[in-house]
């Protein structure tokens, strides 16, 4: 049951552009499945089979030519070994389109593709479904930032068939766990985390730690939209600075987690510099926090921050879309001023608000307000994403947004 991806525009256009395109991204968001719909007449091949990396590791030249371009690579990072080799076909034959490399991201595999194949390849990131790809409404993306924002401020109706937002946040957004094919949601993220461990951990994680590495993945995760404490998450794991610093670097690169950095342009005011975790699929985050209903999920202490982590994700996932995703930013002061979201866009910077309320007025975007008055943009235009069906202003320039148009 295919679902269109908010990806597939930029991924026609990289295929006439480029002799290779990338498509990186956590494992179980869909890469095969989109990269096998939009290359039909590619030939595939796995790297994930032990006789068929053996093949591409023991004989690149051999492997290459019986598996001739057009054709589907996954799971590059098994063999990365290989992109010297492809490299040297791409100077031969400049013909875009040729090669679809896929793989989760790792520091050895884009550092190679990077080094490898730069100009020679588009790099993508594909990650588990947004609410548009939820609701099939991916078709009709904005394309480009101000576009979608401009469809956020047009009153557009909350579409029609929504759903909760508990249902939401539990369920996330991996395609297995969205469309029902995963018998159990408890078993099915079990399994994917133990499959992480196993494939993408164990190698980058001495065995003695992988029981510290798994601590340390649900204390991260009660952790989610808070500013990065890294000292004090070594001190509760028991293990060095160091290592808790390159285990987060593994979550980021394998795509599980990502950083909003803090707005760097001083207002007048002194300004935190740590930055704010957030995981990329909430249905993860609720499996590691032992949420597993919905009722548990929006009714704990967690509500606020699970809604938080769902939202920004989201706009990260759109501005990803772009390749715009280091546009998004937080915003907090030493005296308490935080705006969640601040989007830099054309010289210009988008305020955005997360609540999760059904009621939205203008005591809940004070600190928009205040923020448009310390940055000297009182006609910033500005969102509330919220559970509120009320679409409309709530002061001058802001803009309620129910979560289901993002």
């Excluded at 004090?232 to 599980?256: M, R, Y």
């Excluded at 907090?332 to 955005?352: K, Y």
Aim: hydrophobic share 40%.
């Amino acid at each position: 049951m295919y679902r269109a991806r908010l990806l597939e525009k930029p991924f026609f256009d990289a295929v006439k552009s480029f002799p290779a395109v990338f498509i990186g991204g956590p494992r179980r968001s869909g890469k095969t499945t989109l990269s096998k719909r939009l290359g039909p007449k590619y030939q595939y091949v796995l790297l994930d089979e032990l006789d068929v990396r053996k093949y591409a590791a023991e004989d690149p030249r051999g492997f290459l030519d019986r598996y001739a371009p057009p054709v589907i690579i996954d799971e590059i990072q098994n063999v990365p070994e290989l992109l010297s080799y492809i490299k040297a076909r791409i100077d031969a034959d400049k013909t875009p389109g040729q090669w679809i490399l896929t793989g989760s991201q790792q520091w050895a595999l884009m550092k190679g593709i990077g080094e490898t194949l730069a100009g020679r390849i588009a790099i993508l990131h594909l990650y588990p479904f947004a609410i548009t790809e939820i609701q099939k409404n991916a078709g009709r993306q904005a394309v480009n930032f101000e576009a979608f924002l401009d469809r956020l401020k047009s009153g557009q109706h909350v579409v029609h068939h929504k759903m909760s937002v508990g249902e939401w946040i539990l369920k996330g957004g991996y395609p297995e766990a969205v469309l029902g094919l995963a018998t159990a949601r408890k078993t099915w993220f079990s399994s994917y985390v133990q499959t992480y461990i196993d494939r993408d951990v164990r190698g980058n994680v001495r065995d003695g730690n992988l029981r510290d590495f798994e601590r340390f993945i649900g204390l991260l995760a009660a952790r989610t939209a808070q500013q990065l404490n890294a000292a004090a998450l070594a001190t509760e794991v028991g293990v060095s600075l160091p290592t808790i610093k390159s285990w987060l670097s593994l979550l980021e690169a394998n795509g599980l987690i990502f950083f909003l950095m803090p707005y760097h342009s001083n207002f007048g005011k002194r300004l935190i510099k740590a930055p704010k975790c957030y995981f990329m699929d909430t249905g993860l985050l609720c499996y590691l926090v032992g949420l597993q209903d919905s009722d548990h999920a929006m009714q704990g202490p967690m509500a606020g921050a699970l809604f938080e982590t769902a939202c920004v994700a989201q706009m990260y996932k759109r501005l990803s879309v772009w390749g715009d995703e280091r546009a998004l930013y937080y915003f907090r002061s030493s005296d308490g001023l935080e705006v969640d979201m601040l989007i830099e866009q054309g010289g210009r910077i988008f305020p955005v608000e997360v609540k999760l309320s059904s009621t939205v007025d203008s005591s809940k975007v004070a600190n928009v307000i205040k923020w448009r008055e310390v940055a000297n943009q009182k006609n910033a235009a500005s969102l509330v994403i919220s559970t509120s069906t009320n679409a409309g202003d709530i002061a001058r320039g802001i803009r309620n947004v129910h979560f289901s148009l993002l």
